[in-house]
C-alpha cells in the first residue's frame, strides 16, 4: 500500500535538516540522566539512542501551559471585557522518534477532544499540523508492558511513519499521506523493503515480559469494581501528587483558569490531575472525591473501565511503564489491575 | 538490618493480637528496583509482608497527619525527629502512638543505589523518641559538614546564583510530589491553592515555579529534619533540598537550633525570644 | 466548528435580588451581537457557563424558557470567586455566555403525558424554565396535567414570587407552594418539607406520568422513596445533576460520576440511569 524507504544513517543528518526547512521539528533530547522531548534548534538532530522519555511527547501537542484568549478588563478599550483569540503558531510540524505507544496514546487521547459535537481547536489544530515519525523499539525497557495493552514495541497506530533501525539505514515505513509528504520533503527516497521487520517485531515482543491483566473487567457492571473493598488499602501509599498524570502519555485532565496583571489578562488551559483534592470542589464546599481512596479509586477506574465502557477501545493505557517507574511510592498500576482483574474473576 | 525485620515484624504481630494497637504503619515489597512501598497494614497475618532494607527512605511520618486510631510506626531517626513536631503541631497525640524506632545507617539514592545525599550528612541516625527499638543503637557521625552545598551556592556572585537556581527549577512540572511527600507540608488548603486571593500562578510559568520552592522552603523553616523525601520524591530529580539545607542553616546559626529533638520546644518562626537577632532592624 | 471555549459577549440588562437574604440575584442578559442569540438556541434543562474574563467561568442552569426571546436569564448564588464577582457587577457591564450546554428535559418524550415537577431551593431555576415553555400557549395543549412542588426555607427564600402568584391563579397548572416554616400569619400555602408535600399532593403514578426533580440532595433523598411509594417508575422520574465544572463540553475531563460527564452525557438523567452510577456523593 503506502511505499517503504531506506534511509542510509549516513543521509539522516542532510535529511533532518532539510526538513527543518518547512517543518518546526520535535525529537527526544538528553537532559542530565533522561530523555525529554524538546523542539529542535536549527541544526540539532533528535537522540534516537534512548529508552522513552520522562514525560511523553503529549506536550506536543498539548502544552503544560497554553494561552486560549486574551482580553482587556480596561474599560475604555472598545472590546473590554471580550474574549480576544491568541495567535498561535499551527505551521507544519513533525514529531521525530516517537515511540509507537505514545503514538497510540496520541490517537486514545484524540476521542476526547475531537467528538461529534465538539472539537478544541487547540489540541486539534495542533494534532492536525503534526506529522507523527515514530521509532520501533528494538530493546523494551523492564517496565514496558505495552503488548498486553492492545500495543506493542512496533504497532503503528497513531504514526504518519515507523522507522526501523536496521543497523546502517532505518526502514522508513510511510503509513499515510502525511508521511510520505515528510519522507518526500526529507529528501529520504531510496526504495526499501520491510523483510527485516518482522522477524525484529518478534524479537523485541518476545522481550516484554510484564503485562497488565484486565480481559475480565469489560465483563463486570462498574458498580461491582467501584464497591470494591481492596480500594483502600492500594490508596494508602499514595501521597496524591500529580506525577502519574503528567507523565502519562494518555491523561488528559486540564483546569482552566484566568491570569491578570493589571488590566490586561490571558485565559490560561493548563495540565490538572484527577489525583488532587482541589479536582473536584464544588463552590459551595462540598467535595464529592475529598478521601484519597475515591480519587485513587477514580484514576485506575477511569483508565481501566470507564474508558473501556464508554469508548469500546480497550483500555486508556498504553503500557509505556512511566508512571510505574515514577511513581514516588511505588504504586503499580500491573498490581492494581491484577487485583481488579482477579476480584471481578472471583465474583 | 536484616535482623531489624525479624524485630519489626515480632513487634508489629504482638502489638496487634493484643490490640495495642489497630494498625502498623510500615513497608512493602515494591515492584521497582530499589522502592519500597508504605502499607498499612490492620492484621497480623499480614505482618508477613513487612520489609526493611535502604529501599524505606520515604518519611512515614507523613501518613500520620491527623489520625484518629491507635497506630505503630516504625520510624528512623529523621522520621522520629518529625513525629516529635507533628506532635508539637498537634497532628498526633503521643499517646496515640507506638514508636518502633529503627537506628538508620542510610538510605540509598533510588537512581544511583549510593548512598542518599541527606544520609552522608545525617547527625541524628537514632530515633530520638520511641516506645520500642528493634536494634542497638548507632554510632552517630561527627566532623560532618552539613552544608558544604549551601557554602557553595552562598559564595556564588548573584548572576551565578541566578543561574544556579533557575537552572535547577527549569525542568519543575508543578507535581507537587516534593511537597505531598513531606511530612510537613499538611495545610488544608496549600498557599498554590488559595484563590482568595490567588497567589502564585499555578501553570510553569518560571517566576511562578521559583515563589512555590522558595516560599514551601521558608514554610518549612525550623521543622524540617532534611529527611529527603522531598529529593526522592521528585519525579524530576530536582535537588529540591538545596534550598531547605539553606534555611536549615539560617536556624541553626540564628537561633541555635534543630528541628524536633524536643517535645518542650517550638519551632523558631512559631516562638518569639526577646533576644533574638534584630539587627535587620534599622 | 466554532471555538466551544469562546464565550458570547453580552451586557446585563436587569438585576433582580431573587431571595430576602440576597444570597441569590436573578441575572438578564443580552447579546450584543443579535444573531448570536440564534447561535444559543437552547432548551429548559441545559446549562451556559457565565464567563468573566479575569475571574472565570460558572456553570449555571437557564432560567429563562426558549419561548421568552430578546434575553437569556439566570439566577445565581453567590459561593466563591466568580459568583462573588458576579454579585457586584452592574447593569451595562459586559460579560460572556457559553452555550447552550448539557442535555434537555425530554420535553418531546413528555408530550400527552402528565407531569409533576419537583423543586427546592434554587434548584428551581431549570423547572422555571420548563414550566414557563409549557405553559406558553404555543406548547401547553401538548401536555397533560401539571403539578408543581416547590418548597424554599421560608416565604422570603421562595424564587420567582411573581410568577408562582401568578401560576396559582391559572387553571391550567396545579401548585402547591410550601416552606419549611414561617411565623406569617399572612402565609396562605403550604407549610412542611417538599417531600412531605409531595406524598400528600403528588398524582398517583401511572405509566402516563412523569416527575421532573431538581434540588439539594437531601431533598432528593427524602423525596426518592415517596414517589416510589406512589408507584413512580425510575425511567419516568427526571433528575438534574450538577457538579464542579470547567469546560462544560466533556473535554477536560473533571465532572465524571462513572463513565458519564455531568456536562455533557448530563446534567439530566432519569433515576433508572442513575441505578448504574456509582454514589460519588458518599
Not at chain 2, 498537634?90 to 518502633?100: E, H, S, T
Request: charged residues 25%.
Amino acid at each position: 500500500m503506502m511505499k517503504v524507504i531506506n534511509i542510509d544513517k549516513q543521509k539522516w543528518a542532510g535529511g533532518v535538516e532539510s526538513l527543518s526547512k518547512s517543518y518546526r521539528l520535535f525529537g527526544p533530547m538528553k537532559e542530565d540522566d533522561s530523555h525529554n522531548f524538546k523542539e529542535l534548534k536549527k541544526g540539532e538532530l533528535p537522540d534516537l539512542a534512548y529508552g522513552n522519555t520522562k514525560l511523553s511527547p503529549k506536550s506536543t501537542v498539548f502544552p503544560p501551559s497554553e494561552a486560549m484568549f486574551t482580553y482587556t478588563l480596561d474599560e475604555s478599550k472598545p472590546d473590554h471585557h471580550i474574549l480576544q483569540d491568541v495567535k498561535k503558531d499551527y505551521s507544519p510540524r513533525a514529531v521525530l522518534g516517537m515511540r509507537p505507544c505514545d503514538a497510540k496514546a496520541v490517537s486514545l487521547v484524540r476521542m476526547n477532544f475531537d467528538t461529534p459535537e465538539y472539537r478544541d481547536p487547540y489540541w486539534m489544530d495542533a494534532y492536525e499540523a503534526t506529522t507523527f515519525v515514530g521509532l520501533a523499539c528494538d530493546a523494551p525497557c523492564s517496565t514496558c508492558f505495552c503488548t498486553s495493552t492492545g500495543c506493542g514495541p512496533f504497532n503503528e497506530e497513531g504514526l504518519d511513519v515507523l522507522l526501523v533501525d536496521n543497523g546502517n539505514a532505518y526502514i522508513a515505513k510511510a503509513l499515510t499521506e502525511k508521511g510520505e509528504k515528510l519522507l518526500a520533503a526529507a529528501g529520504f527516497a531510496d526504495k526499501g523493503d520491510d523483510a527485516a521487520v518482522a522477524t525484529k517485531k518478534a524479537a523485541a515482543e518476545a522481550k516484554i515480559t510484564a503485562k497488565i491483566e484486565t480481559d475480565k473487567l469489560s465483563e463486570k457492571v462498574i458498580m461491582d469494581l467501584y464497591d470494591a473493598p481492596f480500594w483502600a488499602d492500594i490508596a494508602f501509599s499514595c501521597i496524591n501528587c500529580c506525577t502519574c498524570t503528567y507523565a502519562c502519555p494518555t491523561c488528559w485532565c486540564f483546569d482552566i483558569q484566568d491570569e491578570n496583571k493589571g488590566n490586561e489578562g490571558v485565559r490560561m488551559r493548563n495540565w490538572d490531575s484527577c489525583m488532587t483534592p482541589l479536582f473536584t470542589m464544588h463552590g459551595s464546599g462540598h467535595n464529592p472525591r475529598d478521601k484519597k481512596p475515591q480519587r485513587v479509586r477514580q484514576r485506575f477506574m477511569h483508565k481501566l473501565k470507564y474508558f473501556v465502557d464508554k469508548y469500546q477501545k480497550g483500555i486508556m493505557c498504553v503500557g509505556c511503564g512511566r508512571c510505574v517507574q515514577q511513581c514516588p511510592v511505588n504504586i503499580d498500576i500491573r498490581t492494581v489491575s491484577k487485583t481488579m482483574n482477579d476480584y471481578v474473576a472471583k465474583c | 538490618m536484616d535482623a531489624y525485620i525479624t524485630k519489626i515484624k515480632a513487634i508489629s504481630e504482638r502489638l496487634l493480637k493484643d490490640g495495642t494497637v489497630e494498625a502498623v504503619i510500615g513497608f512493602r515489597e515494591g515492584t521497582m528496583p530499589m522502592m519500597s512501598e508504605p502499607c498499612f497494614i490492620k492484621s497480623s497475618d499480614d505482618v508477613k509482608d513487612l520489609v526493611w532494607n535502604a529501599n524505606c527512605r520515604i518519611n512515614l511520618a507523613n501518613y500520620l497527619t491527623n489520625r484518629k486510631e491507635k497506630i505503630a510506626i516504625v520510624a528512623k531517626g529523621c522520621d522520629s525527629r518529625n513525629i516529635v513536631n507533628h506532635i508539637i503541631e498537634n497532628k498526633i497525640k503521643r499517646d496515640q502512638l507506638f514508636i518502633i524506632g529503627v537506628p538508620c545507617k542510610g538510605m540509598n539514592d533510588k537512581n544511583t543505589g549510593a548512598l542518599q545525599d541527606n544520609c552522608g550528612t545525617c547527625t541524628h541516625r537514632n530515633p530520638v523518641i520511641y516506645d520500642e527499638l528493634v536494634g542497638d543503637l548507632v554510632v552517630e557521625q561527627t566532623g560532618v559538614d552539613k552544608y558544604a552545598d549551601v557554602k557553595k551556592v552562598e559564595a556564588m556572585s548573584t548572576d551565578e546564583k541566578w543561574a544556579f537556581f533557575e537552572d535547577m527549577y527549569s525542568t519543575c512540572t508543578r507535581c507537587y510530589a516534593c511537597r505531598n511527600a513531606c511530612p510537613l507540608c499538611y495545610c488544608p488548603t496549600c498557599f498554590v491553592d488559595e484563590s482568595k486571593p490567588q497567589w502564585v500562578g499555578k501553570a510553569t510559568d518560571p517566576i511562578d515555579v521559583r515563589t512555590y520552592h522558595f516560599l514551601r522552603a521558608y514554610h518549612c523553616a525550623g521543622r524540617c529534619t532534611d529527611c529527603g523525601s522531598c529529593e526522592a520524591a521528585c519525579p524530576q530529580n530536582i535537588k529540591v533540598r538545596q534550598l531547605t539545607k539553606k534555611l536549615e542553616k539560617d536556624c541553626a546559626e540564628l537561633f541555635g537550633w534543630e528541628a524536633g529533638l524536643t517535645l518542650d520546644k517550638r519551632p523558631p518562626l512559631d516562638t518569639f525570644n526577646v533576644d533574638d537577632p534584630n539587627d535587620f532592624i534599622k | 466548528m466554532q471555538n466551544p471555549y469562546k464565550a458570547y459577549p453580552v451586557r446585563i440588562d436587569s438585576i433582580d435580588v431573587a431571595t430576602e437574604d440576597k444570597s441569590l440575584r436573578t441575572f438578564k442578559f443580552v447579546f450584543l451581537n443579535p444573531e448570536d442569540e440564534n447561535k444559543f438556541a437552547y432548551e429548559s434543562g441545559q446549562f451556559a457557563e457565565l464567563s468573566i474574563p479575569g475571574k472565570g467561568e460558572i456553570p449555571i442552569g437557564i432560567a429563562s424558557s426558549p419561548t421568552e426571546k430578546g434575553f437569556v436569564k439566570f439566577t445565581v448564588f453567590r459561593t466563591g470567586l466568580v459568583t462573588n464577582h458576579l454579585h457586584n457587577m452592574k447593569v451595562g457591564d459586559i460579560m460572556g455566555v457559553r452555550g447552550p450546554l448539557g442535555n434537555s428535559y425530554p420535553l418531546k418524550a413528555l408530550e400527552g403525558k402528565n407531569i409533576v415537577i419537583i423543586g427546592a431551593g434554587f434548584a428551581f431555576t431549570t423547572l422555571r424554565s420548563t414550566i414557563v415553555y409549557m405553559l406558553d400557549p404555543a406548547n401547553r395543549k401538548r401536555f397533560g396535567s401539571i403539578d408543581v412542588i416547590y418548597g424554599a426555607r421560608n416565604p422570603g427564600m421562595l424564587l420567582y414570587k411573581d410568577e408562582l402568584t401568578a401560576w396559582e391563579q391559572r387553571d391550567d397548572i396545579n401548585m402547591h407552594i410550601t416552606v419549611d416554616g414561617t411565623d406569617d400569619p399572612t402565609w396562605k400555602y403550604h407549610t412542611g418539607f417538599v417531600p412531605m408535600v409531595t406524598e400528600k399532593q403528588a398524582p398517583q403514578a401511572d405509566d402516563n406520568t412523569y416527575a421532573i426533580m431538581c434540588g439539594p440532595p437531601m431533598m432528593l433523598k427524602f423525596t426518592k422513596p415517596v414517589l416510589d411509594k406512589l408507584g413512580y417508575k425510575h425511567e419516568n422520574i427526571i433528575m438534574s445533576l450538577e457538579n464542579r465544572m470547567k469546560c462544560g463540553i466533556g473535554i477536560c475531563g473533571r465532572c465524571n460520576i462513572g463513565k458519564e460527564l455531568i456536562c455533557k452525557d448530563g446534567p439530566v438523567f432519569t433515576l433508572a440511569q442513575l441505578k448504574f452510577m456509582p454514589e460519588e456523593d458518599t
